[in-house]
């Protein structure tokens, strides 16, 4: 299959500042111990949250209780989410509009033999080809784009039928700036300095808002809270900094 041109339709909704920082980390998407280590141990939550919604929690099959699911996974990156589900049995397109991205995520996929389809594109090249999902991830994105309402609009088109679309992003809180940036980025020094933009983190009114607005139903919403303890994170109903959705398309 042909990989388009990075913005081959448009790029209105890609904050290139945000762009240029996630396609300079090469190699270090797989590092669990770099600057992605907050999201290699966020990763078994949201992925047991998306396997739940997707097989229910007691799926026919309890190795690949995600086969015959056809799953897009929006601003891809290293590939980290994209192996986890396909790795459950998903057929599995990740998409990222910085190359290098996608080059590091298709390299490592094929050293652990997991047919990927990955794509250097974006969300409104694919919209113009019409296609449908089972499923669409807009995992710890949206707080990176420029035009949020346009990205979901897109987002939202790709759902077939009676599909699903999954969201993990940021709460817009003074709690969310002090934990989030102030403590993770600059106490802590969880992640690169400059990582997050506060007034782009998007309140969970917001984000079910633009689903309605594209025709979906919220069918699902839970926190995800840290524990220094034990150093997890895990489903909360505290929504007040990190926090997940999930809409179906009517069938």
């Known amino acids: 299959m042909a990989t388009p041109t990075p913005g081959a339709f448009q790029r209105d909704t890609i904050d290139d500042v945000d762009l240029a920082k996630y396609d300079a980390l090469g190699a270090e998407w797989w590092n669990p111990q770099g600057p992605m280590a907050p999201l290699h141990k966020f990763n078994p939550v949201r992925v047991a949250y998306i396997r739940d919604l997707l097989a229910g929690k007691t799926p026919a099959s309890t190795d690949t209780p995600l086969a015959g699911q056809r799953i897009l996974d929006i601003g891809s990156g290293g ?18 509009p910085a190359p290098n ?87 802590l020094g969880w992640l690169p300095r400059g990582t997050h933009n506060w007034q782009q983190f998007v309140t969970p009114a917001e984000f079910k808002g633009h689903f ?40």
């Open 101 to 187: 991205n996608i080059a590091v995520a298709a390299r490592h996929a094929a050293t652990e033999n997991l047919a990927i389809d990955y794509r250097c594109t974006t969300v409104e090249t694919l919209a113009q080809e019409s296609q449908k999902f089972d499923a669409v991830l807009v995992m710890e994105v949206v707080e990176h784009v420029r035009d949020v309402p346009g990205f979901l609009r897109d987002a939202a088109s790709l759902v077939r039928p009676g599909g699903l679309i999954v969201g993990a992003t940021l709460n817009r809180t003074l709690k969310s700036y002090a934990l989030a940036i102030v403590g993770a980025e600059y106490v």
């Open 212 to 251: 309605r607005r594209a025709g979906l139903t919220q069918v699902a919403e839970a926190g995800v809270t840290y524990n220094p303890l034990t150093a997890r994170w895990a489903l909360s109903r505290d929504m007040g900094v990190n926090y997940m959705v999930a809409a179906r398309r009517p069938a």
């Open 79 to 96: 590939g980290i989410l994209s192996e986890s589900l396909a790795r459950l049995g998903a057929s599995m397109v990740g998409i990222d």
